[in-house]
């Protein structure tokens, strides 16, 4: 079936560097997406979210780049910072439905080195 | 706000035996959710509801089963408990009215192991 996946399992940054985290993904109905920030042994947390008709969003230290040819999502974060070590996992919403039920990806892990 | 509450933090299960996880919010949200994580992956979505009274199936109902009698609770109940569903469960919650109406809140987990 259609999935949302990662290009990369693990990415290590120097701190203070900038941060990209890359998504596939295959269902071009889908018409919205999230970043989710996962530390270890707590739920997942939303950093920001995009619509697809959308190419850019911006929030504080972080921005969504979403294109629709490729079908590919990335996270960038600014001057990374040990507090942003995390799994990052992004998610679609294939289906118009009002529920938002959301597919994730299986996580990015972001390590950031001193 | 406590937001959203789940309870055992962790459980261990013989195999055939049933539980019930407990997931509250108290931020009148409309929606509710139940997600299962295995290890080194994304979440899948169990089971949903919009509103109390109403439930559906996710992309992996099967052995699972909810209620929503309040807006409130979101009980998550598995019956003759299999290996298989040993994993991190999330329920998570989302306020289709509010600033980030598309925003799902997560509660910290239930880690059950079944053996």
């Known amino acids: 079936g259609e999935s949302v996946g990662l290009h990369l399992p693990t990415l290590s940054v120097q701190e203070g560097d900038n941060s990209i985290i890359n998504c596939a993904y295959s269902?071009?109905?889908?018409?919205?997406f999230i970043w989710y920030k996962q530390e270890s042994g707590k739920g997942p947390q939303f950093i920001i979210d995009i619509r697809s008709n959308m190419d850019k969003r911006q929030g504080q230290r972080v921005t969504v780049l979403l294109n629709k040819t490729v079908k590919h999502l990335s996270l960038q974060i600014a001057a990374t910072q040990p507090g942003d070590s995390a799994v990052y996992f992004c998610a679609e919403n294939p289906l118009s439905g009002s529920a938002r039920q959301l597919t994730f990806g299986s996580g990015t892990q972001l390590t950031v080195l001193p | 706000n406590a937001g959203v509450t789940q309870t055992p933090k962790f459980r261990i299960l013989k195999i055939g035996q049933s539980m019930t996880l407990q997931c509250a919010q108290d931020m009148n949200h409309n929606y509710m959710y139940w997600y299962r994580q295995d290890p080194g992956m994304g979440l899948k979505l169990i089971y949903y509801?919009?509103?109390?009274?109403?439930?559906d199936k996710g992309e992996v109902p099967n052995g699972y089963n909810v209620s929503r009698s309040t807006t409130e609770d979101f009980p998550l109940r598995l019956e003759l408990a299999a290996p298989s569903q040993t994993s991190v469960y999330f329920c998570?919650?989302?306020?289709?009215?509010?600033?980030?109406?598309?925003?799902?809140?997560f509660g910290p987990g239930t880690r059950l192991t079944v053996l």
């Open positions: 998570a919650s989302r306020f289709t009215s509010g600033p980030t109406p598309n925003e799902q809140f």
């Open positions: 509801s919009v509103g109390a009274g109403i439930t």
């Open positions: 269902n071009s109905a889908s018409d919205y």
